[in-house]
């Protein structure tokens, strides 16, 4: 058995990822880690790193590249008992891997009247910020939040990081994390498991009356910022983090939103038929007569992203854009971002 | 013909063009993920002389040289690497996605095997136009593991698409050696079996690597369909700027140094009296020049107006 994690400790999300890929896979024979260049190599944002000198290549498999093949044979092992965690080195990559995951992983339990299950777990690095361009920086995470059959968690602080990965292995069926890569080298407390709670539901990470910012993963730090921001102008936010986009928590969402009246959603999509989209159909649903303005969003703008430092910058939410975001539903106005 | 000498400068060229790189890179000039191809100009070079302004090449993300090789401006490569209007991307794609539509050069695919699919395209289309171009397609030997090589490769033989598919076996993608992604290394033989000839050759002896591209283009010239060549070369710089290269050895490293395609031709040209010390720094003085010319216009490139942010999503049509 790995040794217990000491409480409260702090640590960056990328090694609260390593911590939780080593406990899993020394205490669980059915686990093995594999995807490229995760072993030799120490992982390409080195969040495996090390893992490979401790546990050997039978349990930290560096795959080719061959992202259909792999991820379809995780999904196989995962029918013949193992408990594969397949890494996939970006999000865009897994487009490689996506029918795999949409046509088979995601429907293998239904097609088959239950008797299947694919006990999977597909770990993804996802998101822009880096300069990285058109085929390295997109966010997926909402889309595949739009597939029956597969879930969609997004960590957005260490703890999250630490203690998602051994839910996802404990899940009968196919669990996708996303996780940003501007979050790997970002520090924060990590506790005990059970302060985790069910990945499965959305945290308040700031309580505030005046109105309700949601949002999750990547974004979340930002969001934060501008919460600190906006209270230095006496506005009181409550950031909503979501951290699971399939099932979608609604009632936390919901209950906020009555409290506060307003709502701004910032996600790193793109805004068209968005995870942000669907937030906002439901607290329509839900909170239409509690609503004191119109919810705002805050996303990235429709282009694939650009490679120069100031138009990526432009193209992605940031904390001015949720602050104006924010006073614009403050004042009941609506900035309507028309692209 | 280009002569041995011409073929050495533009090796120079390309060695010092990506070595200006890495001090632009850590002075943050050039941003985003830097793919270098320092050990690998014998392949670019030489298959590069054998191409003409018909042809079309398609590349990775480690393809400043196959644009070099094709043509497109070190002015216009540099600026790129900046962000500036005045890159061959007009600045939006960056290190790894450089485009020249006038040199018939179709990038820059940071997607592994992503320009294997679009290379049996250009051929069908020159083949459907009665075009005489032919497309060269350069990839490294670990995009063989992916669906869309075999799938290109079997397109290509199929339909008798004239697509030279250039293999750069460097041994190495990212951390991964060949021996341990590939059940069968031989590639040729893996190539071969898609009913196209497959030839492999030495990719540090540029002289080498023209001989048999040379081969390969009678070929594909002559309406026979598509050609596989291995060039087996090596990257003697890490694989981008982040990698701390656990996965080979420094000794590794230098014993294929001892190959390096500039030294192995510059000494050959040495022996036969076309190269002597004195060239040799005239030339080395030339070439850094230019480069220090390109490195100076892309600073001075202008960036676009954020306002313009949106626009090249979808083509520009005038309603008006
Ligand atoms: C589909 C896909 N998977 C993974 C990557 C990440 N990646 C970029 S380069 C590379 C290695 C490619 O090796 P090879 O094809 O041999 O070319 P080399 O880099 O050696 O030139 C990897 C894994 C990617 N860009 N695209």
Redesign the pocket.
Known sequence: MAEPAAMETEMTCREAMRAALRESIIDDDRVVLMG??VGAYGG?FAVSSGLFDELGSERIIDTP?S?LGFVGAGIGAALGGMRPIVEI??G??SL?ALDQIVNTAATLRHMSGGQLGVPIVIRLATGGGRQLAA??SHSFDGWFGHIPGIKVWSPGVAEDFRWMLSAALADPDPVLIFEHVGLYGRSGPVGARSDAGDPERAVIRRPGRDLSLITFGGTLPMVLDAATELFGDGVDAEVVDLRCLRPLDTSTMVESVRRTHRAVIIDEGWRSGGISAEVSARLAEHCFYDLDAPIGRVCSREVPMPYPAHLEAAALPSVERIVEAARAAMDATVVVETW | MTTRMELLRTMLFMRRFEERCVPLYQQQAIRGFL?L?VG?EAVAAGVGSLLGPDDSVVG???EHIHALAKGVPADAIMAEMFGRISGCSGGRGGSMHLFSADHRFYGGN?????GLPLAVGLGLADTHFGRSGVCACF??????A?GAFHESMNLAALWKSPVLFAC???L???G?SLERSAASTDLAMRAGSHAMPALSVDGMDVEAVIEATQRALVHLRAGQGPVFVEYRTY?FRP??MYDPELYRTKQEVERWRERDPLTMLGDRLRASGELDDEMWSAMLAEVDDEIEVAVERAEAGGIEPVDDLARYVLAEVDHG
Do not use: K, P, W
Request: proline share 0%; hydrophobic share 30%.
């Open positions: 490229e260049d390409c590249l992202e080195m970006t865009n990559f490689l085929q390295h | 793919h191809s690998q990775t993300y480690r940071a997607i592994v095997a992503g990839f490294g030997e670990g995009a063989m992916e750069e076996n460097n190495y993608a990212m991964t990257r694989h981008s």
